[in-house]
């Protein structure tokens, strides 16, 4: 029997997998197509500045926190696997065009200045100095200089590597659920036919969490989100572009050599992976509206996929109701920028029996009626 | 020594072939990737009279010979092949949007009727009542009863088996070039090494027809555009739309169970395969704005491919300057719907060494300066 079994082979399980092993946890990951789900689709955006929101103050406490830990997170991650994970720090700009946007930059403004977090209010032409790639028709900008991206894909492949490297166990099936005894977890039943027995098992599948048998009722929905992938894009833009088209929100990420991705929808659909004529159409709409440049560029890839939505967008850490199973899911819009985090808070439990107090807001308790 | 080598296995080449192997005369036809060219590429219109243009009236009289061979064609090739070719027969509509697009229909219907071409104007409200799906925007319409579609890639796989239970030799393999000995065609020499030694060598590598080695200088240059398909259309149009969206062209053709084809880009980029964010923004936009259902379809496939354009936008038909090439390309956005006639005037020559009248207008010898 091994310490720990973690369902889900995501950017999510992976780091928690990582840190638990390097506390010395004998560790598995149960994916039967690692890094496909939400990881797959991700933006990379490490931008809880420019995402920050009202009445979600603990959330951003906890991504602040995350984003702090990336840069020496992704040298470790680059340094035990010797691959890249494409962590870029040129900052994120806010973009707005009509009355109703620059409405909503101020008050973005306003809130993240009493909040005391970096940021700078920019005029038009301020904001096209920096990035001359926008267009001229927008009205008005806000740039975070902290707030930055990472390559989604790359991490994954890096953080893969970095896993093996750890001894961590990748078993290539489908979890087919967790199995329970005398009222607690004992282990992953796999779709293989097999059953993985482990001491904890952390429950790491994303907008699936919600969807298998022996895991009690979790606040997880999918929130469907299609984006783009295009590529010849060098020296279009240096950092991350978020804008406000008419109050449509679209963002633009380069990654790579020349990559550029566009996202993303936000759509209450279950598990529909459909990529839709009406959900590109609106993305390249609103991207070519705010770097014209789009246009020429190459359109490699659409996809859709889920993220894993709560009632309060932040996520599940820590115990469940099901003793022996442990949650890593929820993350809804941010689950790349909180990948350093959970792994060492979740890690941290596994290995101590003790939640740290950051990781308390999140606990699947603060849903009275679960 | 064969009779004829084909250059090319495209919706035209095997049309040829299929004729000339009636005929009587050993056939091969030479291509690495037989119909994934223009003819993967194309919507499958058969629309003669909603294409009429001014000044084409011979190009007009060939597309019509065409489109009227084209149920017995049709039904042959599935007689022969045992393989459906989605011959729809429901009519094609042209729609306008403002005043100008308006303008546009009346001057097409005032040629359509100078040239005794059967076709209806419609209000907006019978336009809709034909194709319910179509916006409630469009400002007028008009119907052509007799401009009907097939599914391209059904008949290029349907004649494929046609041509091969005709005893014609099908070789994957490059094209290399023309091999000429004595001012004379002799056959094709192929990528992989070999050789071809034909009588008659027939060139029918659309836009690739300028570019082969042993070929004299054609008027023939690729056209780039670009086409989406998508799924979940059943019900949505019954029959081909065509639309003019304040004077640019989109057309929407159902085939299949339930797929749809827009399309299609005019760019003048040689051979250029990138499907780009504008080119696929512009035709969402366009089809959404003409029948707003589309928002809901699937996007299953961007592809980018080159018509074989001429100067008049008419096929090159009949002998070359080199005695033993003869041509059948340049056929633009027509190749689809000329497949039949090119295929039975092409095999006349080929078997009789005569080629019909209704071909004259289209020989090499129209270009003075070739």
Known sequence: MIDVAVAGGGLIGLSVAWRAAQRGLSVAVVDDAPGTGASAAAAGMLAPVTEAAYGEEALLRLCLASLQRYPAFAAEVEAASGLPVGLRTAGTLVVGFDADDVR???????????????????????????????????????????????????????????????????????????????????????????????????????????????????????VKGQILRMAGAAGLLTGTVRALVRSRHVYLVPYGEDGLI?????????????????????????????????????????????????????????????????????????GVLLTPVTGDLVAELLATGELPGLAAPFTVERFPHR
Do not use: K, M
Not at 115 to 124: D, F
Not at 276 to 293: C, K, N, Q, S, Y
Not at 297 to 310: I, K, S
């Open 104 to 222: 909503a930059l101020d008050a973005l403004h306003d809130y993240q200045q009493e909040l005391g977090l970096a940021v700078e209010r920019l005029t038009p032409r301020e904001t096209r100095r920096r990035e001359p790639g926008l267009t001229p028709r927008l009205r008005g900008g806000l740039a975070v200089e902290g707030d930055h991206s990472v390559d989604g894909r790359a991490l994954h492949r890096a953080l893969t590597g970095a896993v093996e490297a750890a001894g961590v166990r990748l078993v290539r099936d489908r979890v087919a659920g967790v199995q329970v005894s005398g009222g607690r977890a004992t282990g992953l039943a796999l779709a293989g036919g097999g059953e993985l027995a482990a001491g904890t098992v952390v429950l790491a599948l994303g907008a699936h969490s919600n969807t298998l048998p022996g895991v009690p009722p979790l606040p997880v929905r999918p």
């Open 262 to 334: 566009v996202g993303a929808t936000t759509e209450d659909r279950g598990f529909d992976a459909t990529v839709t004529a009406g959900g590109v159409h609106e993305l390249l709409h609103d991207a070519i509206e705010v770097v014209p440049g789009v246009t020429e560029l190459e359109l490699v890839e659409t996809l859709a996929r889920w993220r894993p939505g709560t009632d309060d967008n932040a996520p599940l850490l820590g115990p469940s109701t099901l003793p022996g199973l442990v949650l890593a899911t929820g993350h809804h819009r941010n």
